[in-house]
């Protein structure tokens, strides 16, 4: 039933749109108006799509990074001080740079 309803809703708004779109460009037939945009507008759809993908792509790289460096961390006492000691440095820069 919901099935029928949700497409019911699709067709109204389209045939609202279709009004729309008919009355904007002066159009008096029944005709489907289909508009279209441009290709600079398409251009710049398509690379911040683009962008995104690879923006994604590399925030997963660095989680994995950032992960493994954690994993090898906990595993090796070791490397797990010296991290220790850095974020310590980290912080103590931090705070002496903001005034605290």
């Known amino acids: 039933m919901e099935r029928k309803e ?3 809703k699709r067709g109204f708004k389209e ?3 279709q009004s729309e779109l008919k009355v ?5 037939k029944e005709v489907i108006v289909i508009e279209k945009k441009s290709t600079v507008a398409q251009t710049v759809k398509a690379l911040l ?6 923006l994604r792509i590399i925030a997963t790289i660095l989680i994995v990074l950032l992960a493994a460096i954690g994993l090898t ?13 850095t974020l310590q440095l980290i912080i103590d820069e931090i ?3 903001t005034g605290h």
């Open 6 to 8: 949700t497409q019911y």
């Open 15 to 17: 045939k609202q749109k």
């Open 24 to 28: 904007k460009y002066g159009i008096d």
């Open 49 to 54: 799509s683009f962008s995104l993908v690879v």
């Open 73 to 85: 961390a906990i595993l090796y006492p070791n490397i797990r001080q010296e991290l220790i000691a």
């Open 95 to 97: 705070i002496e740079m």
